[in-house]
């Protein structure tokens, strides 16, 4: 079974700067997809970034990027130039095959300060 | 395009009584899940369905939990009877079958 561990309950940044949760997984499989989702206080769960296991190259959104290191199964999200509207729950997301199920970690209550 | 739209918003009952939830997915959306999410937890899932069949309901609790899917459209979950511990946020995504699920905004049900 695959699992995923978030070892950060709770971070927090100053606007504008940088931050990084990080997030491990274990799984005997040699292709899947990793996700990072952005959950608001308002509950609606949204999709931030996606890798794919077989892409060496580390995924980029905008100010959102990953650091996929897959022999030490870790996946860390990036963030520059925190804003205020980042403030968030933030899960890591596993999938063993398209269409599958998302297995997730505990999540990373991540609050941007003024 | 219209998102996945969940009801009721809130829920809370005494435990032992029955409750339905309800979900309407993004139009053209083969597959629906659903999802557990309890406080400080992150969701988990209960059940998939592609189109109007179960793909995976392995974590579904079968002796009080029930979904449904009529017609391949909307689905309905239900719990009866209810417990304390199923007290949670639930959860309806649906997908292309590819890798990008869309969530709505979950019902959060208190049981006491």
């Known amino acids: 079974a695959q699992t995923v561990t978030q070892s950060q309950p709770e971070m927090s940044v100053q606007e504008a700067e940088t931050v990084t949760l990080s997030c491990t997984y274990d799984t005997s499989e040699s292709n899947y997809y990793l996700f990072w989702y952005k959950q608001p206080p308002s509950r609606q769960m949204i999709l931030v970034i996606r890798?794919?296991?077989?892409?060496?190259q580390n995924a980029t959104e905008n100010r959102f990027s990953v650091n996929f290191q897959k022999a030490a199964k870790s996946f860390s999200l990036k963030i520059s130039d925190s804003q205020l509207g980042d403030t968030a729950m933030y899960f890591c997301?596993?999938?063993?095959?398209?269409?599958?199920?998302?297995?997730f970690g505990a999540g990373t209550i991540l609050r941007v300060k003024s | 395009e219209a998102g996945v739209a969940q009801s009721p918003r809130y829920k809370i009952i005494e435990k032992r009584q029955s409750v339905a939830f309800w979900c309407n997915p993004i139009?053209?959306?083969?597959?629906l899940y659903w999802y557990q999410q309890i406080l400080g937890q992150g969701p988990k899932l209960l059940i998939q369905?592609?189109?109007?069949?179960?793909?995976?309901d392995s974590q579904l609790p079968k002796d009080r939990f029930s979904a449904e899917r009529l017609k391949g459209v909307d689905s309905t979950l239900k719990i009866q009877p209810a417990k304390l511990e199923d007290s949670a946020v639930y959860l309806c995504a649906s997908s292309l079958g590819g890798t990008a699920q869309f969530f709505g905004p979950g019902t959060r049900l208190t049981v006491l």
């Open positions: 369905f592609q189109n109007n069949g179960v793909v995976d």
């Open positions: 997301a596993f999938m063993v095959r398209y269409g599958n199920k998302l297995v």
């Open positions: 139009s053209g959306h083969a597959t």
């Open positions: 890798q794919e296991a077989y892409k060496q």
